[in-house]
């Protein structure tokens, strides 16, 4: 497949970087899934993978890393101790992600990181000033479990980077506008995030029409700000801010709110551009967001 018509998007923030490089995927050309359990053709999986790592110019080859995502918050740092110390614990010539998360950090060139998505939010996090990068896989599991604020902890931890310098770019996900949550959703970020009334859209259905709320009004001063009823008698609806929820997280993180883009790009309104899980039901191919580090 000729790397020329790949489909990737990149983040105006992160393209500045030469010394970094990394895309968000779409299913253009054709239908251009990049995972094997999703696959009717593994071959195919090896070919637009291959495409992928082609259209990434590098001098030299990259390695894909890939994971067996579950939706956790679990992070793997590479190169792994116990690893061959390339950061091999993924072997793609036979499509198996050796290990199990959530989000991959790194500060070795050569490794191309990747999540894979279809609706799930991908974040690219890097540090300038270090030259570490991570890949997140964000969904709402992820994202209430704090994913995205806990990797630009281990970033801290393990490389001594400086939140104020990151840039992050969110890619192409499912947005606001599709994404309804049930009341447990609900009720995990209530319990969680002070804010968490800033993330949910309630809908009220009326008889006549379909009213869009606020989430919650500010309260007039002097007053005790309200609480909204999570549950109501009337078959309300709840719609989870993805990007918001892994915005606010960063930003208490320590990150610049102005070094943080994310793509307009919602997956569940553009089904001709990519692939949704919750618009397509189910059945459907998976992107990437990938981020790595240039050998010289
Ligand atoms: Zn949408």
Redesign the pocket.
């Given at each position: 497949m000729p790397t020329t018509r790949i489909k990737l998007l990149r983040a105006p923030n992160l393209a500045r970087l030469c010394w970094l490089a990394h895309g968000f995927s779409t299913r253009a050309p054709g239908a251009f899934n990049l995972n094997y359990s999703v696959a009717k053709s593994p071959a195919a999986v090896v070919r637009h993978r291959r495409a992928l790592l082609g259209a990434l110019t590098a001098r030299r080859p990259w390695q894909l890393v890939t994971l067996r995502q579950r939706h956790t918050d679990l992070i793997r740092v590479l190169p792994l101790e116990g690893s061959d110390g390339l950061g091999r614990p993924s072997r793609e010539r036979d499509g198996a992600a050796k290990f199990t998360g959530d989000a991959l950090l790194t500060d070795r060139p050569g490794l191309l990181l990747a999540v894979q998505v279809a609706d799930c939010l991908p974040i690219l996090i890097a540090d300038p000033a270090r030259r570490v990068v991570a890949a997140v896989h964000a969904g709402w599991r992820g994202t209430l479990a704090g994913i995205v604020a806990k990797t630009v902890g281990r970033m801290r931890q393990e490389f001594g980077c400086r939140p104020k310098r990151m840039l992050a770019a969110f890619g192409p996900g499912?947005?606001r506008?599709?994404y309804e949550v049930g009341r447990e959703v609900v009720e995990g970020f209530e319990a969680k995030f002070a804010y968490w009334d800033k993330l949910i859209l309630r809908i009220a259905p009326s008889p006549s029409q379909v009213h869009w709320q606020q989430p919650l009004m500010d309260p007039a001063p002097g007053l005790p700000r309200p609480r909204p009823a999570v549950t109501s008698p009337y078959g309300e609806k709840f719609f989870l801010d993805l990007v918001e929820a892994n915005r606010r997280q960063l930003v208490e993180a320590g990150l610049k709110a102005k070094s943080i883009w994310a793509s307009p790009d919602?997956t569940?309104?553009r089904t001709d551009l990519f692939f949704s899980h919750r618009a397509e039901r189910g059945k459907t191919g998976r992107m990437m967001g990938v981020v790595g580090i240039v050998q010289r």
């Open positions: 499912i947005h506008c599709c919602c569940a309104c």
